[in-house]
């Protein structure tokens, strides 16, 4: 029996020691979701007031903070990465940055309400590689990602590819210009993607936990708005009752600027996935999203003012 117990510690210990090794194994420097740190050197750096854009690669890919902020008249920063991070520690990381009078644009994928708010793989890269270990866990808030067999499986392989040449279509670390919007693929042809199915149902801890978030930003005297994202026009349709329904329950607590209809983009205009958009799906959304935040905006000589 000690015997037994013994090998079982033996395997335990050099379990976790395996297990250590891979989730502290780098990144290459020009990952992707690295540029995270560089999002938040940039923010570090910005004054208020500010308007700050929070959700994940539909904002990355989709978004022209700069166009946005020569309308308003208010520096536009998209820390929008990807869905993955889950909603909850994209959340809390953009609250770091904020202070009284800055706006909060949340525009979250839908399956953040259903079946994504926690994150999956992409979450162990922010927590580990990014080394943001403060946003493993937050009780109230998010809890563990999910997918970590799946993520230790996918980053071994992924460090074994570094050795060989890369994917040109690969996303990448220095794609994303001063205003945190993703361009490395504006110039480039759309590929091949599948359209998504119906989502499920809505998760209504996820939704206790946005709101429970939206008012502890608004107590800190930060304004909080939220849009909706784009998406390929049969995946919203396969989902339309679902978006319906989060959009009624939206309504009821925070304020909300655009309706999910306006958003909803045919399959040309996406790049790769139903969130990313490609040239000329970004600049239609960016115009859409313009004409949704501009009444929340009095304009002033120099500057800009939060309507009442």
């Known amino acids: 029996m000690q015997r037994f117990l013994g090998k079982l510690l033996v395997f335990c210990v050099l379990f976790l020691l395996g297990l ?39 904002c990355a890919f989709g978004i022209d903070s700069l166009a946005l902020t020569e309308a308003l008249g208010i520096p536009v920063f998209n820390l929008g990465m990807q869905a993955g991070f889950g909603l909850g520690r994209i959340l809390d990381d953009a609250g770091s940055f904020l202070h009284a009078g800055d706006v909060l644009l949340i525009i979250p994928e839908y399956s953040h309400f259903t079946d994504a708010w926690n994150g999956s793989e992409a979450a162990y890269d922010l927590i580990f590689a990014a080394r943001q270990y403060r946003l493993l866990l937050h009780p109230g808030l998010y809890g563990f990602p999910g997918a970590l067999s799946s993520y230790l499986t996918t980053h071994l392989q992924g460090f074994i590819a570094g050795f060989r040449p890369g994917n040109p279509l690969a996303y990448r670390r220095d794609r994303f210009n001063q205003s945190g919007d993703y361009i490395g693929h504006l110039e480039l042809e759309n590929q091949a993607f599948e359209s998504t199915p119906a989502l499920g149902r809505l998760n209504q801890t996820a939704l206790n936990r946005f709101f429970r ?23 919203f349709t396969a989902s339309a009752e679902l978006i319906r329904t989060l959009d009624q329950t939206l309504r009821e607590r925070i304020s909300v600027i655009s309706r999910p209809e306006t958003y909803c983009f045919p399959r040309a205009w996406f790049y790769d996935s139903v969130y990313h958009l490609n040239k000329e799906g970004r600049q239609r959304r960016t115009e859409a999203l313009l004409r949704d935040i501009e009444p929340v905006f009095k304009p002033l000589q120099g500057g800009s003012q939060l309507s009442e």
């Open 213 to 235: 978030f939206v008012r502890a930003c608004e107590e800190r005297g930060i304004q909080v708005i939220l849009s909706y994202p784009s998406y390929e026009e049969a995946s």
């Open 20 to 58: 250590t090794v891979i989730l502290l194994l780098p990144l290459p420097s020009h990952a992707y979701n690295l540029a995270i740190l560089d999002k938040h050197r940039i923010l570090e750096a910005m004054e208020s007031p500010k308007l700050v854009i929070a959700g994940g690669s539909n």
